[in-house]
C-alpha cells in the first residue's frame, strides 16, 4: 500500500508486509537522525496541547476521560508504586498518576512536550529510556500510549523495557489496529497509518508473538472506543478535505459494534503484559 503523510511533508511511504507473518512496516523508513521534521506540526496535539478550535477542544476533553480510565488499570493494591511513562508528551497522565500517589517518572523526546511536564506537573522526565537517570532503577509497571509504532530500535527498546521492569510488573502498550473496520474502510487514508512517523503497523497476533519473544506473558486488552472516532475524523478530512462530523461518527460507531459483536477488532488496543520470572 501507498499512503500519504497528510500532515507534514505530502511525502508517500510504502507499507509493506512479510510474507511468513504478515507484520507491517513503512518501507523506506526515515533515519532516526532524519525523522524529527515529520514531526513538527502544530497538529500533533500530544505535543502543542492545543486547544484552539472545536476539534482540539473535543480531543483534549475525551483525553481527560482516557487518563483516569488508563490510570485505574495500573496497579493499586500496595503501596509505594513506581510507574514510567515512555512517551508522556506534556505530562497529564503522568500527573493524574501522581495526583493518585503513585511515585511517576516519564520519557520523552521532544523537548517542547519534556518541558511543559517538568514546568507545569513537576513531573521528572528524561529524554530516553536508556538515559543513566535510569540506572538501578526499577519499576512495578511501564506505559507506552501509542508510542511502540514510533519506536526505531524496537527490540533493542522492548529488552531495555524488559530490564527496567520488576519480575511480575505489568507493560501497558496501546496501538492502533490496522484490522479493524475503519482501517479497512479508509484504506490508505486511515489516519492511523500516520506515515512515515508510525514506522510499525500491528495487529493483535503481532504484537503478542512480538512481546512473547521477550520474556512477557499475555494477561488481556482493552478497547479504546474513542479512538475510532477521532481516527474516522481525521481519515474523512484526509480522503474528501474536509472534517465530516455525521459521517465520521457513523463509522466510528459501525467500527466499535462489529468489534463488541463480531470480531474483537477495535481501532486501537490497549495490551496488558507481565514480565515473567
Known sequence: MICKDFTVSQ?????????????????????????????????????????????????QSIRGITIKSKRKLLPRDRQNIHHLD?????????????KNGINVFGVEPSKAAAEQAINNFKIEVADSIFSKTFTNKKFDSISMWHVLEHVHDIKKSISKINELLKIGGKIFIALPNHESFDAKYYQEYWAAWDVPIH???????????????????????????????????????????????????VIGTISNLRAKYIDKQYSSVIYVFEKKA
Open 11 to 59: 511525502e508517500n511511504f510504502n507499507i509493506v508486509s512479510c510474507e511468513t507473518c504478515g507484520f507491517k512496516f513503512t518501507n523506506p523508513m526515515p533515519s532516526k537522525n532524519g525523522i524529527g521534521k515529520y514531526y513538527n506540526s502544530d497538529k500533533y496535539i500530544s505535543h502543542t496541547n492545543s486547544k484552539k478550535g472545536l476539534f482540539n477542544f473535543l480531543y
Open 199 to 249: 514506522l510499525w503497523h500491528f495487529s493483535n497476533k503481532n504484537i503478542i508473538e512480538l512481546m512473547s519473544n521477550f520474556g512477557f506473558t499475555f494477561k488481556y486488552t482493552k478497547p479504546m472506543i474513542f479512538d475510532s472516532y477521532y481516527v474516522s475524523l481525521l481519515s474523512e478530512e484526509y480522503k474528501n478535505n474536509y472534517k465530516n462530523y455525521i459521517k465520521s461518527f
Open 86 to 98: 515512555i512517551g508522556c508528551g506534556t505530562g497529564e497522565f503522568l500527573y493524574e498518576c501522581k
